[in-house]
T-cell receptor, first 114, second 111 residues
Framework: NAGVTQTPKFQVLKTGQSMTLQCAQD?????MYWYRQDPGMGLRLIYY???????DKGEVPNGYNVSRLNKREFSLRLESAAPSQTSVYFC?????????????FGPGTRLLVL | RKEVEQDPGPFNVPEGATVAFNCTYS??????FFWYRQDCRKEPKLLMS???SGNEDGRFTAQLNRASQYISLLIRDSKLSDSATYLC????????????FGTGTKLQVIP
């Protein structure tokens, strides 16, 4: 039981390049989330998926797109990376949405955009 | 006012000391409250949920004060291994209730 896994662990991009961050969970959770964490800003929600087949914007969605590929997988895409997107990205999942349950986090992806 | 606010610290305390952190929230309709622990360069992990009547887990005690809209975390008999950043998380009221995280309070336990 791996919990929540993320790939890659580290990535360096040049401005304008694109990439997809992958996330998968093996806990049969319905809800999945993408956060970014920056110094002094805490965890900020980018997008979430309350259940398979649905996605919604969070607090900071601009510059990102997501795909809930199936119940297990939730990917985050940067179409044209910008230096402001340098951050640590965490994927999380919970059994149900609604913010009433524990969220389980992946180990994170450290992204540097030059 | 931010939705969730924490003192960033750092709180530097000697081993064996008792330390307490507070976390204030702005939405009076919030219903669920959590404390997460985050070690340096790691992901957040749930430390404990916070229940209305308060709850304890070993050396850790969490309390909720709805009237003043804050939650607290008390750590007794601090260990070196308690050194970490402690994030509070609060869900919003109405509609799909997403969780908002505080920026975290850093604790450093000193030998």
């Amino acid at each position: 039981n791996a919990g929540v896994t993320q790939t890659p662990k580290f990535q360096v991009l040049k401005t304008g390049q694109s990439m997809t961050l992958q996330c998968a969970q093996d806990m049969n959770h319905n809800s999945m989330y993408w956060y970014r964490q920056d110094p002094g800003m805490g965890l900020r929600l980018i997008y979430y998926s309350a259940s398979e087949g649905t996605t919604d914007k969070g607090e900071v969605p601009n510059g990102y797109n997501v795909s809930r590929l199936n119940k297990r997988e939730f990917s985050l895409r940067l179409e044209s990376a910008a230096p402001s997107q340098t951050s640590v990205y965490f994927c999380a999942s919970s059994q149900q949405g609604g913010g009433q349950e524990t969220q389980y986090f992946g180990p994170g992806t450290r992204l540097l955009v030059l | 006012r931010k939705e969730v606010e924490q003192d960033p610290g750092p709180f530097n305390v000697p081993e064996g000391a008792t330390v307490a952190f507070n976390c204030t929230y702005s939405n009076s309709a919030s219903q669920s409250f959590f404390w997460y622990r985050q070690d340096c360069r790691k992901e957040p992990k749930l430390l404990m949920s916070v229940y209305s009547s308060g709850n304890e887990d070993g050396r850790f005690t969490a309390q909720l004060n709805r009237a003043s809209q804050y939650i607290s975390l008390l750590i007794r008999d601090s260990k070196l291994s308690d050194s970490a950043t402690y994030l509070c998380a609060v869900n919003g009221g109405g509609g799909y209730q997403k969780v908002t995280f505080g920026t975290g309070t850093k604790l450093q336990v000193i030998p």
